[in-house]
């Protein structure tokens, strides 16, 4: 079955600057990355997502981008603010029943 | 409009007790999926419905956890004798199942399940 790996599972920054998580898969049936945003205690909301036919997808301070050749895929946050802060878990799709794979989370903290 | 509504919200159980999880999908939604989460891991999927029917249900750990969703709205996760390594989040999410919009998964808040 599928398997994505997640990197850094902490990451801390200054207000303003850009964050940047990674990821890996490994099925190379998978056609769909989306990104989450869980806060604590929350459920898990999407963010921003990207399909295999796609290099490159923006939305305002979040960027994603995707190497299907390499299998893997990131997560930008440019000017990062405080509200920011929270976990993000990548995942990844594919075949017909489109059941997502999780990786295991990155706690970004954005400091003031 | 509303999204997918979870209950109860928090759960605390004995070990050896049965529990009923309800999942209350967004209108119009064919899919439905269950997942656990673990303190500090990600979501880990359980199973998946498409209308009444479960069309993947190899997530589900062993035959103490059943799902149902009888009339392809609705639907309950049902553990028997449950087990503190049972405690967890339980999610559920649903998709449209159609256009370009099939993928997209909204979850719920989850209900916490504490086993003591």
């Known amino acids: 079955g599928e398997n994505v790996e997640q990197h850094p599972s902490t990451l801390s920054v200054q207000e303003g600057d850009s964050a940047v998580i990674k990821c890996t898969y490994s099925?190379?049936?998978?056609?769909?990355f989306p990104w989450y945003k869980q806060e604590l205690g929350k459920r898990p909301q999407l963010i921003i997502d990207?399909?295999?036919?796609?290099g490159e997808k923006k939305d305002q301070r979040i960027a994603v981008t995707l190497n299907k050749t390499a299998k893997h895929f990131s997560l930008h946050i440019t000017e990062t603010q405080p509200e920011d802060s929270a976990v993000y878990f990548c995942?990844?799709?594919?075949?017909?029943?489109?059941?997502?794979?999780f990786g295991k989370g990155t706690l970004l903290t954005v400091n003031p | 409009g509303a999204g997918v509504s979870q209950t109860p919200s928090n759960k605390v159980t004995e070990k050896g007790k049965y529990v009923e999880l309800r999942c209350d999908p967004i209108s119009g939604h064919t899919a439905l999926y269950w997942y656990r989460q673990s303190l500090g891991q990600g979501p880990e999927f359980l199973i998946y419905f498409q209308g009444t029917g479960a069309a993947d249900d190899s997530g589900l750990p062993n035959d103490r956890f059943f799902a149902v969703r009888p009339e392809g709205s609705v639907s309950t996760l049902k553990i028997q004798r449950t087990e503190r390594g049972d405690s967890a989040v339980y999610l559920c999410?649903?998709?449209?199942?159609?256009?370009?919009?099939?993928?997209?998964?909204?979850f719920g808040a989850g209900t916490r399940l504490s086993v003591l």
């Open positions: 099925d190379s049936a998978s056609n769909y």
């Open positions: 999410a649903s998709s449209l199942s159609r256009g370009q919009a099939k993928n997209i998964q909204y």
């Open positions: 995942a990844a799709s594919g075949g017909s029943n489109y059941k997502l794979t």
């Open positions: 990207i399909r295999s036919n796609v």
